[in-house]
Nanobody, 114 residues
């Protein structure tokens, strides 16, 4: 299983970014795909997850601003991030949970300037 994230970058506060997580390999056993983030000096935290049944879950800090979605045909999960604030600055990681284990991407940097 390979996971490739893209879409990070530098944006001003109030702006938007869309992250993409492309999952390839044995994807038929995927149960949940999630986005997590880690800011400097802080622990990695869950941002949003989406299950095979399209059930979504969000961290309180991003509810109403971020939206997770998936394109099943492309095996891609997106994270639309609106109304970004400097506190959203972090490396964002995609995680795919399969029956055989959990797989992580290498991360993409998101920097929000004030």
């Amino acid at each position: 299983v390979q996971i490739v994230e893209s879409g990070g970058g530098l944006v001003q506060a109030g702006g938007s970014l869309r992250l993409s997580c492309a999952v390839s390999g044995i994807t038929s056993t995927i149960t949940v795909v999630g986005w997590h983030r880690q800011a400097p000096g802080k622990q990695r935290e869950m941002v949003a997850t989406i299950s095979i049944g399209e059930r979504t879950n969000y961290a309180d800090s991003v509810k109403g601003r971020f939206t997770i979605s998936r394109d099943k045909a492309e095996n891609t999960v997106y994270l639309q991030m609106n109304s970004l604030i400097p506190e959203d600055t972090a490396v964002y990681y995609c995680e795919a949970a399969l029956i055989t284990g959990n797989y992580w991407g290498q991360g993409t940097q998101v920097t929000v300037s004030s």
